[in-house]
Structures are given as structure tokens and as C-alpha cells.
């Protein structure tokens, strides 16, 4: 008895698999990989960074064209006017020599360049806007005191010294 009721629940069993398996739809297989000479596109991850190269460079190249601005229009002043000295003495001496301004510039924007570019291949946001501002800074800096070497010179106020021979030669 027992035989028979597992052989009848076996055959009900058998026969309600199939009947499922008729109704469902045949399930699609997906496609077969073909061979192909291209290589699949890299997956981009989402956190991955963008990094400008042209507008990096044209921006290197914009400081790097103002610091020579800034160097030839800063010495040309300091030998069209001997009575002048370098506003920035502490750094470029007292009467600095072009290559000395040009030096001094490849080491600075140099610098600020690579520590640029290394905070620009950061995944922080705040440190890539730090790397665009440093350059942006660099080369405003430049530009400005372009525009204040091509300004009028103000001489420095003469010293006693300078002044008592100036009264002399004017006859006072």
C-alpha cells in the first residue's frame, strides 16, 4: 500500500513538472560571444577622475607666457630707471639680472605646475578645484604685475642725503 501511494505521488509529481515546464515560455538564451578584433570598451567607473590635459597645458602655457611678460617688462623698468629697486627684493635681490627673473620664474610655476597637476589626479573634489586655482593664481599674479611694471613709475622718496644735494644744486 505504502508502494503504491509513493509510486502515485511520484507520477503526479512527474506529470505536474511537465505540465509547468509546457506552459512557461522557453527561456532565451543569451548571445554567444563572437570573436572580434576590436577591443571591448573599458567600463568607466563612476568615481573615476576627469582629467583636461588641453585645458591644463593651455593654462601652464598662459603662466608661462605671463611670467615672461612679467620678467622682461620687470627688468626693462629696473634699467630704464636706475632710482628704482625690486618691490620683491627678499626674493629676487636688489637689482636682479633677467636670468635671475627667468630662474626664479621656471621655479616657481615649475612648481606650481607639478603640484598642480598632482592635486588635478585627485578623487576630492576640493583638491582638484585647489589645483585649478593654483594655476589660475600663478598666472594672474603675473599678469597683474605686468600691468604694473607698464604703469607709471613712482620713484622712491629721495633720502636726506638726496635731497640736501639736490638744494645745493639749485643754487638754495
Not at 554567444?32 to 576627469?50: E, I, K, L, N
Amino acid at each position: 500500500m505504502i508502494r503504491n501511494f509513493l509510486i502515485a505521488a511520484c507520477l503526479s509529481l512527474l506529470s505536474a513538472g511537465r505540465v509547468c515546464a509546457q506552459q512557461a515560455e522557453p527561456e532565451r538564451l543569451p548571445e554567444a560571444p563572437s570573436v572580434s578584433s576590436q577591443p571591448s570598451p573599458p567600463t568607466a567607473r563612476q568615481d573615476a577622475v576627469v582629467f583636461h590635459k588641453k585645458v591644463f597645458w593651455t593654462l601652464v602655457g598662459v603662466d608661462a607666457a605671463s611670467a615672461v611678460a612679467d620678467a622682461q617688462t620687470s627688468w626693462s623698468n629696473l634699467q630704464n630707471y636706475p632710482n628704482t629697486t625690486e618691490i620683491n627684493s627678499w626674493l629676487y635681490g636688489r637689482r636682479p639680472s633677467l636670468g635671475r627673473y627667468y630662474a626664479t620664474f621656471a621655479v616657481m610655476d615649475g612648481g606650481s605646475a607639478f603640484f598642480s597637476y598632482r592635486l588635478l589626479h585627485s578623487r576630492r573634489k576640493s583638491f582638484r578645484m585647489a589645483g585649478w586655482s593654483l594655476l589660475a593664481v600663478a598666472a594672474g599674479e603675473h599678469l597683474y604685475y605686468v600691468g604694473v611694471n607698464e604703469g607709471p613709475v613712482r620713484y622712491p622718496a629721495p633720502t636726506t642725503q638726496q635731497s640736501a644735494a639736490a638744494a645745493s644744486d639749485h643754487g638754495h
